[in-house]
């Protein structure tokens, strides 16, 4: 019952997102302040995740391929699809599930406990639509923008790491990036980033939002968002797969 408990107001919470915003205005600065916590804020680790993510899969796709009947270029062509496919958009949405969601659980169940929530419901706001949707609006504008950058980071990452490890030549590996590239694969991954976003958005919101008690309670409610979120990320990366893939 409880799992249904929660999925119903889940539901409930995000049908109260879809009012006409009361101010514009309003609503339209705090897009942007959010488009800047949660982009800004996160692209310092997403960058330094997506080099390194890339110069390993880099230096151990070349220790696996040890036969000479394989071309050096195919090491290129692994990291490339291992990154756009499953690197970039999933690792580092797990990551921003943590760095993002904790985030918005706990400054939503800080205003919940605070009582300032209950404030802005008395004056007639809807509270829902004015702390919550800015946090998904912007989550799906950014976090898609985080993954390409992801992408490009990474595949970068593979190259450094190849060039200065001796593994191949560099132009050996832009000549492995051009090989047998699918542009449905980037348009795969941002299918993927896009229900990532809403997902490290949403989920946490709701957390923080409905949570009760005091500071103890607002700090289970994050780590139950981020474990949530993340246990969503990899079931909707297995959905996605099986849709999009077959």
Known sequence: ???????????????????????????????????VEIGIGSLGIVVLISVFMGAVSAVQTAYQ???????????????????????????????LAG???????SELGNMRVSEQIDALEIMGINSKAYLVMPKIAAS???????????????????????????????DV??????????????????????TFAFIISSIPAYYGYFVKGGALEIGRSSTKSVVVSCVMILFADYVLAAIFLN
């Open 1 to 35: 019952m409880g799992f249904f408990t929660h999925f119903g107001r889940y539901l409930l919470m995000l049908k109260g997102l879809m009012s006409r915003p009361e101010n514009m205005r309003m609503y339209w600065k705090e897009f942007m302040h959010q488009c």
């Open 65 to 95: 391929l040890v036969s000479p009947i394989i071309p050096q270029s195919t090491i290129a062509q692994i990291v490339r699809d291992t990154v756009i496919l499953e690197f970039a958009p999933t690792i580092v949405c797990i990551v």
């Open 99 to 105: 760095v993002v969601g904790s985030k918005i659980a």
């Open 140 to 170: 799906l504008l950014t976090i898609p923008l985080l993954v390409i950058l992801s992408m490009a980071l990474g595949i970068w990452g593979g190259r450094l790491a190849g060039t200065f490890s001796g593994i191949l030549p560099a």
């Open 173 to 194: 590996y832009d000549k492995g990036l051009l090989e047998s590239f699918v542009p449905y694969n980037v348009l795969f991954a941002m299918y993927k980033a896009v």
